[in-house]
């Protein structure tokens, strides 16, 4: 059974920067597409990105052009570079597995954007 | 970026039905169909149906998925407690190129 563990959030301040970790264990496919989706305190789920099994990659147009997301099929790793981060960025991000849509979730990792 | 709109609050009763909608677009629901994921409270996710009414292995017969034109529906029969939680819908939009959430409904079991 595949298991996802994100690391990497923490405390930044404004315009600041983070680079988030997603790892697989278990059975992944390199085919699968994996996302980042966020979820700030007591509100509901963001899509922020997602980078499919064939290599290509898609941003939320509040992200684009300051979050990277990136794949190491070699690690099975998922990352997430975050830059020019703001308040409204603060959330739990979480990874996702999609073999038929959001399969697989981690536990997520907690971003705070605060000075 | 233009999301899914679902009511933000339902509740029934104990042993009822209960039916959640996500209403969307030609773009996205109208296109591709919605999957549904039920968060309790201080958990991730977890995928109930994707493209409509497709059950993910282990996820009971009592969540079923449809869909009307650019709407989407999540029925709920036999009401237990642990339904109680909040149920979000999920579209890829390809007018956007990109994935879009409903608010979520918060269903209550009374």
């Known amino acids: 059974e595949v298991q996802l563990v994100e690391s990497g959030g923490g405390v930044v301040q404004p315009g600041g920067s983070l680079r988030l970790s997603c790892a697989a264990s278990?059975?992944?496919?390199?085919?699968?597409?994996m996302h980042w989706v966020r979820q700030a305190p007591g509100k509901g789920l963001e899509w922020v990105s997602v980078?499919?099994?064939?290599?290509?990659?898609f941003y939320a147009d509040s992200m684009k052009g300051r979050f990277t997301i990136s794949r190491d099929n070699s690690k099975n790793s998922l990352y997430l570079e975050m830059n020019n981060l703001r308040t409204e960025d603060t959330a739990l991000y979480y990874c996702?597995?999609?073999?038929?849509?959001?399969?697989?979730w981690g536990q997520g990792t907690m971003v705070t954007v605060s000075s | 970026q233009a999301g899914l709109t679902q009511p933000p609050s339902v509740s029934k009763g104990l042993r009822q039905t209960a039916t959640l909608t996500c209403t969307g677009n030609?773009?996205?629901?109208?296109?591709?169909?919605a999957a549904w994921l039920q968060q309790h409270q201080g958990h991730p996710p977890k995928l109930l149906s994707y493209?409509?009414?497709n059950r993910p292995s282990g996820i009971s017969e009592r969540f079923s998925a449809s869909r009307s034109g650019n709407t989407a529906s999540l029925t709920i029969t036999g009401l237990q407690p642990e339904d109680e939680a909040d149920y979000y819908c999920?579209?890829?939009?390809?007018?956007?190129?990109?994935?879009?959430f409903g608010g979520g409904t918060k269903l209550t079991v009374l």
């Open positions: 278990g059975f992944t496919s390199d085919d699968s597409a």
């Open positions: 999920s579209a890829w939009d390809s007018s956007l190129s990109a994935w879009v």
């Open positions: 996702a597995e999609e073999n038929d849509a959001f399969d697989i």
């Open positions: 980078v499919g099994g064939d290599g290509n990659i």
């Open positions: 030609s773009n996205n629901i109208g296109n591709q169909g």
């Open positions: 493209r409509n009414n």
